[in-house]
């Protein structure tokens, strides 16, 4: 049972490992600033902070977003949506899908390695006084416009007004590649203003690096600060830690039930063995008198061999249906693995009849050894 529970679990790790989050984590950092209180609009300080940033040595890439992927956990902004054709009613409200808002500046797409899939990024021209555009994920895109084209759609976000008029229309220029902000095992429905056509600050800023992110820390501290003394920095860190720190939960528990499956997989066998071990001592004299009356080595292996199936049986039986029981309970901290994932029960019955084999077999050569006359002349 333990030796399933931890299979489940280890799969589900790897399987987080693998996951693709929409973009790419490596030489990222990221920090919030805080541009409260400059004398220039909010998105137009921070764009100003992104070009000094993006002419620093060893910067790649760099952008920023209204809440960078993992910031608070299940928290984020959402949305509701209207779709040209649809009048702002209860029904509308209820049927059409809430949208995960972000506010991004045309750099955060390739500092991040968010794919574009159709269409365009937002560019340097999309600003308050050019029209309302939007950027929209791939699953935005199959949800509200399904088998149709998502470039040149029109949508109306009323609680989320742009720069400009309480409501303005957006139209879609581009999709890219779903991006997980809320969870590691959480997908949203996402949508993107451009920054300069926000109103809201896009301050969670990421910086791709050639060289160690950590490294540009205090040259961005000093960047911000050089250009006004009163932003305020903080909560550097590198998208590995954040990933990290996300699927820790997931190495604890793989870790926790690895080392109870292994505990419980050493004593099995040495249990097994013990008991096989015991079994073939007790019948010495009997296995030296078939011996003697004429039976073949091969019958004695036979023999001791059905011990350990006799006890194989019913104990794989017993762990296999206790585990199916039991998996459910850890359904909660299982990802893209059921808990009565066939390749996992699988594998774990024929290691532990592997293990049986083992054990049964070294007995069994020794009980076949036995030289019945010495045995008997000792008798």
């Not at 790419?24 to 004398?39: N, Q, T, W």
């Not at 779903?178 to 095992?185: E, Q």
């Not at 830690?241 to 939960?249: L, N």
Request: net charge positive; glycine share 6%.
């Amino acid at each position: 049972m333990l030796l399933i529970a931890s299979g489940l679990v280890v799969r589900s790790f790897l399987n987080l490992r693998q996951l693709d989050l929409g973009f790419l984590p490596s030489d990222v950092l990221a920090l919030h600033v805080d541009p409260r209180g400059v004398k220039a609009p909010a998105n137009e300080w921070v764009r100003d902070l992104l070009a000094r940033l993006a002419a620093l040595p060893q910067v790649e890439a760099v952008g920023a977003v209204y809440l960078r992927p993992l910031a608070l956990g299940p928290i984020g902004q959402e949305t509701r949506v209207i779709l040209e054709g649809q009048r702002d009613s209860p029904d509308v409200a209820r049927d059409n899908p809430a949208l995960n808002f972000q506010i991004a500046t045309p750099g955060y797409f390739p500092a991040m390695r968010i794919q574009l899939k159709r269409g365009r990024l937002f560019n340097d021209s999309d600003t308050a006084r050019t029209s309302r555009v939007a950027v929209v994920g791939e699953s935005t895109a199959r949800r509200l416009w399904p088998g149709q084209d998502p470039i040149g759609q029109r949508i109306l976000m009323p609680t989320m007004a742009p720069v400009g008029p309480p409501t303005a229309w957006r139209m879609v220029v581009g999709v890219v590649s779903d991006v997980r902000y809320r969870g590691i095992d959480d997908v949203r429905l996402d949508v993107y203003d451009p920054a300069l056509q926000a109103s809201q600050t896009a301050g969670e800023i990421v910086v791709r690096s050639t060289a160690h992110p950590g490294a540009l820390a205090s040259v961005i501290q000093t960047e911000a600060r050089r250009q006004d003394p009163r932003v305020l920095v903080e909560r550097m860190t590198t998208m590995d830690a954040v990933i990290t720190r996300a699927i820790a939960p997931w190495r604890f528990s793989a870790w926790m039930f690895s080392l109870f499956g292994v505990v419980a997989f050493v004593l099995t066998t040495v249990g097994l063995f013990s008991l096989v071990s015991l079994d073939v001592a007790d019948r010495k004299h009997e296995f030296a008198v078939r011996l003697a009356l004429g039976a073949r080595r091969s019958d004695i292996l036979r023999s001791v061999f059905l011990v350990g199936v006799r006890r194989l049986v019913p104990g794989v039986a017993l762990g296999v249906m206790t585990a199916a029981a039991a998996s459910r309970a850890i359904r909660s901290i299982l990802f893209e693995v059921e808990p009565q994932d066939v390749t996992t029960y699988v594998a774990v019955t024929a290691l532990v009849c592997g293990v049986v084999s083992v054990a049964s077999y070294i007995p069994a050569r020794h009980a076949a050894r036995i030289d019945p006359l010495a045995l008997l002349r000792r008798q």
